[in-house]
């Protein structure tokens, strides 16, 4: 699932395309909105919230959507051709410069804009709110210290707990932090936990290369995630993945066995 950074570029890149100018076409292509008409109205601004996107248009309205596994934004000029099917576009917006098109959107909703928080309002502070403050931090570091013994890595993807930390960021924050994503949350600093986590986020916000080390060349980007086979990127040491959680919450885990302690899987 894309990480809450995946989503606030893709919305500035929506923004850029469309704000401030009439569509000449928007098709949405979900059944319940298919009989929509948006055309006429000019793309106000996209808000992003964790991994939601509200897209924002004259007269009080705003297109909610989730990317979840499998979505995608692109970006075309008028009659290029498409990257994807036609049959997996779920959103379509055209004006005189741009083209963009979601594919494979999800949990699409038109709603009015003052109600935006109908959908989000039960997330926890989004770690990209460009009006983040001290207190956001304090907010987010008592969502996670709520459930002491939870394990930590469960605990940063509950977007009820700080919205915004995906499956790469979990894996890369416990591995900074020294500890395997095992590990009950109350054995950190909740704090120092969530500041970590907004400055990854905040680092890599901009640009479509993730990177945790600071390092942007093509298998030096990240500490552990997805190093079954380089090594830990910290000690060279084996980096050995496990899964952590359950049913749709299920998901694959990289640490470094070296480099951090606690609880681990056996075997």
């Not at 054995?187 to 890599?204: G, H, M, P």
Request: glycine fraction near 8%; hydrophobic fraction near 40%; proline fraction near 5%.
């Amino acid at each position: 699932m894309p990480e809450g950074d995946t989503v606030f570029l893709a919305g500035k890149r929506v923004e850029k395309a469309l704000a401030g100018r009439e569509l000449l076409r928007a098709d949405l292509r979900h059944p319940r909105l298919a009989t929509v008409d948006l055309t006429g109205r000019t793309v106000l601004g996209v808000r992003t919230a964790g991994k939601h996107m509200f897209l924002r248009f004259s007269g009080d309205l705003s297109l909610h959507s989730h990317l979840k596994m499998d979505g995608a934004w692109r970006f075309l000029t008028p009659g290029a051709r498409w990257p994807m099917p036609a049959h997996h576009a779920r959103a379509v917006f055209e004006n005189a410069t741009s083209l963009v098109i979601g594919f494979r959107l999800h949990d699409m909703e038109l709603l009015a804009t003052k109600d935006e928080s109908r959908l989000v309002g039960h997330l926890g502070p989004d770690l990209l709110d460009p009006m983040w403050t001290d207190e956001h931090t304090r907010r987010a570091a008592a969502n996670l210290a709520a459930r002491p013994a939870r394990e930590l890595g469960l605990a940063l993807l509950d977007q009820r707990v700080m919205a915004g930390v995906g499956n790469l960021y979990k894996c890369e924050v416990c591995h900074l932090l020294r500890v395997t994503p095992w590990t009950p949350v109350s054995e950190v600093d909740t704090e120092a936990t969530v500041a970590l986590a907004r400055k990854l986020l905040l680092a890599n916000a901009w640009r479509h290369e993730q990177s945790t080390t600071g390092d942007l060349a093509r298998g030096r980007r990240n500490w552990v995630y997805e190093r079954t086979r380089q090594g830990c990127f910290r000690c060279g040491g084996r980096v050995r993945v496990g899964t952590q959680g359950h049913d749709v919450q299920r998901r694959p885990t990289w640490y470094c066995p070296r480099c951090q302690h606690g609880p681990a899987p056996a075997g």
